[in-house]
């Protein structure tokens, strides 16, 4: 049987510090389907469902314990039942993939035993017999950060009227040389849920400032963890730079830095990594 990879999620399972019903609890989220795109009508495949789910549990303060009423749950394509083959209720769920759903794009529904559901729709696509699989992105390395990133500053060019009166100024086009306080920061879209070491996925990156939308550089990344492939991105498309990238780093929280040739920086929400199994 092939399975897909499994990281075991390390997204904390927040415990519902309640003890009523489970309507009272909020549904849970599906985070990710790994496979995302597997060959139709193939035997025995298997999907990896991660989710977020949080639980009521009970508190015996005299015995100083905490009861977490945790459960399993059930896995569905569409409407087509899968069987599940691991279900772990901290956020991790292994279940094969039904027969007989036809080629396309497919929605994956999960079920706790306490009746939540959570859906995930266009989460996994079945592609046509013969049809091949995409290959991974090629990670390429955003080249030299440039000082000026538009090319060489020229000093002493008098842009003036011609006739001894003061030069107009209409302010730097796109095409001039970027200058130090032309970008102030840099913004990640966030990187939500959990990400698995060695692993890739795409990150972008906004410039802010007076002529952010003039930015065509790179910029060089840093992990708080780790290391990061490709340390620079770039060039950036009028100051909005995405890259696809790989995290190598034990499991635990992780968080990216960015900066250019003139030393602005920005920085990434803090995300969960867990390891490549």
């Not at 092939?2 to 909020?26: D, H, N």
């Not at 795409?202 to 290391?227: D, K, N, W």
Request: hydrophobic fraction near 40%.
């Amino acid at each position: 049987m092939k399975r897909a990879g499994l990281g075991m999620v390390g997204m904390a399972v927040l415990a519902w510090a309640c003890t009523g019903a489970p309507e009272s609890l909020p549904q849970p989220t599906i985070v990710a389907v790994e496979p995302a795109t597997l060959p139709v009508n193939t035997k025995d495949d298997d999907i990896t469902i991660r989710f977020d789910a949080r639980y009521a549990m009970t508190v015996d303060y005299g015995a100083e314990k905490v009861d977490a009423r945790m459960g399993s749950g059930r896995i569905w394509v569409d409407d087509e039942e899968a069987t599940v083959t691991r279900f772990d209720p901290t956020g991790v769920a292994i279940a094969t993939v039904p027969q007989g759903l036809g080629a396309g794009v497919h929605a994956v529904r999960l079920r706790l035993d306490d009746g939540r559901e959570a859906v995930s729709k266009d989460a996994l696509t079945l592609r046509p017999p013969g049809q091949e699989a995409v290959d991974p992105p090629i990670l390429e390395d955003g080249g030299v950060l440039m000082a000026t990133d538009a090319g060489p500053i020229i000093k002493g060019f008098d842009g003036g009227v011609g006739d001894g009166g003061e030069p107009e100024d209409a302010g730097p086009g796109e095409e001039d040389p970027m200058r130090e306080g032309d970008v102030t920061a840099y913004v990640f879209d966030p990187i939500e849920g959990t990400r698995i070491s060695r692993t890739a996925f795409t990150i972008t990156v906004h410039a802010q400032g007076p002529r952010a939308g003039h930015f065509q550089g790179s910029l060089e990344l840093i992990a708080s963890r780790g290391t990061v492939k490709p340390g620079k991105i770039g060039p950036c498309d009028s100051g909005v730079c995405n890259a696809t990238i790989i995290l190598d780093a034990p499991a635990g929280n992780v968080h990216l830095n960015s900066v250019d040739a003139f030393g602005v920086t920005g920085e990434s929400n803090t995300f969960r990594l867990e390891p490549y199994k």
